[in-house]
């Protein structure tokens, strides 16, 4: 064709991936990675609610920071909790050492007791254990300490992206598993993709489920917008009960505590656990730090509390744990 | 309820585990997570345990295994786990259906089909699989052939098992099948498809224009004939650039297979060769010529590199004209001018004589874009391509605050605009944000003291902060030169000097990552949109004021929830 027709390169760059909004309970439910093919392409993990990963914007209070030494210099590991109570893993390799000197500060900080809200920019990594288990993380890419106001407005970004997700794999249930009928039932373009994968991949599970943490996100925002860090410690005392008591009113944390000054235990251990979760649950299962509560409300040490979960669900079968940190009977 | 009632339950948890703990800086801790970290007690108390763990020395850390990625080979699929990963066997090919799909927002073929195990044996002791190719091994996985299968891995879905062979995954042919299937020929598609992809498509189009054309080489060595054109249906239309000669007149109906969409500038062109087919197609109820040749109506925000015969109207916001030599040394004048519509603003160069005022309202017919610094201009070559309106299109716009609301998915989708409003959060603080040095000779940055282009160069100092602005479903580059750099910090570029002097470039940008890192922020300025990606330049930056209590509101609207 000679020199005259210059010819565009078609060889394009990947384009830099945007940072999904993601709360540590779908995430860390997540196990389906998907490898890029070539050297630079971008690698996922792909959530039930179809959300492709590769690079995320996560917050939380950090609730874990450690320093490794290793070979090539130190390596740091952290977990930041967020509002829906699940945990989403961190961490900042030897070959990083830009951020060393943010995280030794913060490391620093951790370790003389305080505690702070974080946000993370990460890219997705997980690594799979000998039984095929698939456990992700995040490599940082930038971080900071950030106001709770900054925090509860990426709790509501971060909830309505769940929102859509879930509204998109709500969709997916009644179209036909092709991009053109996604397209058409309303699944937005960036989640075609892997919506088709997450539902190839991953069995029937209640998408609700996620629900529970999206209203938590919001109802932070709704009840605690603005003026609480002014509001004096006191006025928690008169405000009426229902507006201060954390999140009864989801059905994760509908454990009753009947309060009880006896230090002496009344009945069996395996009674308690049992009959606090045929109260509680409702379909969901009923979590792990609820149960250990209702034992040690009826005077049970957690220690014992603890085995005896272990010892219903392991050695007596009468409980299940269907998701990790969530209980049910089996029937 | 006090606070110590409040969390007495688990104040109990912990002081169980924790006997040194003092109770009241637990009911504290619980008080903060609540409050500050908004988690609550029955939540927060794996935290609050492991924090006065770690104070008294108890905790224990916890260490990742690190994964192993091996081979597994395998003789049988019986042998197989059903997420192995990584595995290599050899099989009988059965079947092998390519199909289109859409992958990555790609249109990409894959192909499923069957394959056997035990492929040396009579097939009555082999085991049949189903099989998805993602990686396009067409060639080498052919019916009845036997082939070795590397880097391939087992997905489970509704209990039953595939293979899936990877991009990534090797295909050897041990035992040569059939013929190997041809990639499907696909159906033809509408202009309007054909514009949004580049690579090989057949398209039904009349042929709206057709002329010939040559292009000169740059090396001198002759010419080259070519045929431009436009191609019609009634979803749009496309230029056309044939490398061979064109036999159907304008007018005519056809049907092309096997012509390529590649983009000159912004702007897709089918281009068509000697391998592409060209035939009268039949069907009397495709739009006529006179129908599909009418000039399209395009709004500022619509405008592309590379667009010609374009109708549009803008309102004038100001007007130079300016003269100058050019390269065959005649003295020359172009006339331009800042012009907006509702939809934002842009740049027009006219090569003839017209003076309008400020406030003006042009109608253009015929126009062309071509682009100037990254954005697109409209460009007019005579007088009679543009009229002066008397009656105002629409209510004169204020240019001091023209921006245009623009969601940050629909730039970044769109072509280059000016005068846009968007918003998103800061995801990333480039470390070279900060000052600069810029070479005297042609702005570019100078590395190391040195320009590219000009060698060593003492520089003159700039100051530019480099941010990613991203929704969660899209992203830009975020630039904010010198002046709205200047402002969203509050100091001019002698006070940064000190303050870099004071704490190192590296304590300046994290200083700002403290303060970006995160917040949502409502953007004013221009947006440059290319194969790369897209870049804002900001002209002003500022906090989104938005509360949190409000876009909970609005969330909950948005989707129906109910609290």
Not at chain 2, 118 to 124: L, M, Q, T, Y
Not at chain 2, 256 to 269: G, H, L, N, Q
Not at chain 2, 301 to 323: F, H, K
Not at chain 2, 367 to 395: F, T
């Amino acid at each position: 064709m000679g020199g005259g027709y210059v010819i565009q390169q078609t060889t394009r760059r990947n384009a830099r991936q945007s940072a999904i909004r993601i709360f540590a309970q779908e995430y860390s439910d997540a196990n389906l990675p998907e490898e890029g093919s070539g050297e630079y392409d971008p690698s996922f993990i792909i959530t039930k609610l179809g959300a492709k990963i590769n690079r995320a914007l996560i917050g939380g209070v950090i609730d874990r920071l450690e320093r490794r030494e290793g070979d090539n210099g130190p390596s740091y590991n952290g977990h930041l909790r967020d509002a829906t109570g699940g945990t989403h893993r961190f961490n900042i390799a030897a070959f990083q050492p830009e951020l060393h000197a943010d995280i030794e500060e913060l490391l620093h900080r951790f370790e003389a007791g305080d505690r702070f809200l974080m946000m993370v920019v990460g890219k997705a990594r997980w690594f799979e254990s000998d039984d095929g288990g698939i456990f992700t993380s995040f490599r940082a890419e930038e971080f900071s300490v950030v106001e709770r106001e900054t925090y509860v407005r990426w709790l509501v970004d971060t909830a309505a992206a769940t929102l859509r997700r879930l509204d998109a794999q709500v969709a997916s249930l009644e179209s036909d598993l092709t991009p053109a009928g996604l397209e058409a039932a309303g699944v937005p373009r960036d989640l075609v993709d892997g919506m088709i994968l997450a539902r190839g991949h991953y069995g029937e599970f209640d998408a609700e489920i996620y629900r529970v943490g999206v209203l938590q996100g919001l109802q932070m925002a709704m009840n605690t917008s603005g003026n609480f860090e002014a509001a004096p410690p006191e006025s928690f005392d008169v405000q009426p009960t229902t507006t201060t008591e954390p999140q009864q009113s989801t059905v994760m944390d509908g454990v009753p505590f009947t309060p009880t000054t006896s230090s002496e235990p009344d009945g069996n251990v395996d009674d308690v656990i049992k009959t606090a979760i045929s109260i509680a649950d409702q379909g969901q299962g009923v979590p792990y730090d609820s149960l250990v509560l209702a034992a040690v409300q009826a005077g049970f040490s957690r220690l014992v509390a603890e085995d005896a979960i272990d010892d219903l669900r392991d050695v007596k079968c009468e409980i299940i744990e269907p998701r990790f940190g969530f209980f049910q009977i089996l029937e | 309820m006090s606070d110590d009632d409040k969390y007495s339950a688990q104040v109990t948890v912990v002081k169980q585990e924790c006997k040194e703990a003092d109770e009241a800086e637990i009911i504290e801790e619980f008080r903060r997570y609540e409050e500050e970290f908004l988690i609550p007690p029955e939540d927060a108390l794996r935290s609050v345990i492991r924090k006065f763990q770690a104070a008294s020395g108890q905790e224990q850390s916890t260490t990742f295994a690190q994964p192993a990625r091996v081979e597994k080979k395998v003789d049988r699929f019986a042998d197989l786990g059903s997420d192995d990963k990584n595995v290599t066997l050899e099989v009988s090919v059965v079947t092998y259906t390519p199909r289109i799909q859409m992958v990555r927002g790609e249109e990409k073929q894959i192909a499923f089909g069957w394959i056997e195990d035990n492929p040396w044996e009579p097939s009555d002791k082999r085991e049949r699989w189903d099989f998805k190719d993602w990686g396009d091994h067409g060639a080498n996985l052919a019916p009845s052939s036997i082939v070795r299968l590397e880097g391939v891995s087992v997905n489970e879905w509704n209990d039953k098992r595939s293979i899936n062979i990877n991009r990534s995954s090797r295909v050897t042919i041990l035992r040569e099948g059939g013929p190997a299937v041809p990639a499907i020929s696909d159906e033809p598609v509408t202009i309007e498809k054909a514009s949004e992809k580049e690579g090989f498509v057949n398209v039904v189009a009349r042929i709206i224009a057709s002329k010939p054309d040559v292009i000169v080489k740059r090396d001198g060595s002759g010419t080259i004939d070519i045929v431009r054109g436009r191609l019609a249906d009634s979803t749009g239309s496309i230029g056309f650039l044939s490398w061979v000669p064109i036999e159907h007149e304008v007018g005519s109906l056809v049907k092309i297979d096997s012509a390529m969409v590649k983009k000159f500038r912004e702007t897709p062109e089918i281009n068509i060769n000697d391998r592409t087919m060209i035939e009268i197609f039949h069907d009397k109820s495709f739009a006529s010529t006179e129908v599909l040749s009418e000039p399209t109506t395009v709004k500022i925000a619509d405008l592309r590199n590379g667009m010609r015969d374009i109708i549009t109207t803008v309102q004038v916001e100001s007007w130079q004209s300016r003269t100058f030599t050019n390269a065959e040394g005649e003295e020359r004048i172009v006339r331009s001018g800042d012009v907006m519509d509702p939809t934002g603003r842009c740049r027009l160069t006219a090569w003839c004589e017209i003076e309008p005022k400020p406030g003006d309202f042009l109608h253009l017919t015929n126009a062309r874009v071509q682009y100037w610094q990254g954005s697109p201009d409209l460009v007019i070559d005579k007088l009679d391509q543009i009229s002066n309106l008397e009656d105002k299109p629409w209510e004169s716009i204020d240019p001091a605050n023209h921006w245009v609301d623009v969601e940050l998915t629909e730039l970044v989708s769109g072509g280059s605009r000016r005068g846009i409003t968007t918003a998103g959060t800061i995801v990333a603080v480039r470390s070279d944000s900060g000052i600069i040095q810029r070479c005297p000779e042609c702005r570019r940055v100078l590395r190391e003291d040195a320009c590219a282009e000009h060698g060593v160069q003492r520089g003159n100092e700039d100051l530019r902060l480099r941010l990613v602005l991203d929704n969660g479903v899209s992203n830009a580059s975020l630039l904010l030169a010198r002046a709205p750099a200047e402002s969203y910090l509050g100091i001019d570029l002698e006070t940064v000097k000190t303050e870099i002097a004071k704490e190192g470039p590296e304590g300046f940008v994290a200083d700002l990552r403290k303060k970006l890192l995160a917040r949502n922020v409502v953007i004013n300025g221009r947006a440059l949109v290319d194969e790369q990606g897209a870049m804002i330049m900001a002209e002003d930056m500022t906090f989104d004021s938005t509360s949190a209590e409000d876009a909970a509101k609005s969330v909950m609207e948005k989707w129906g929830v109910v609290m």
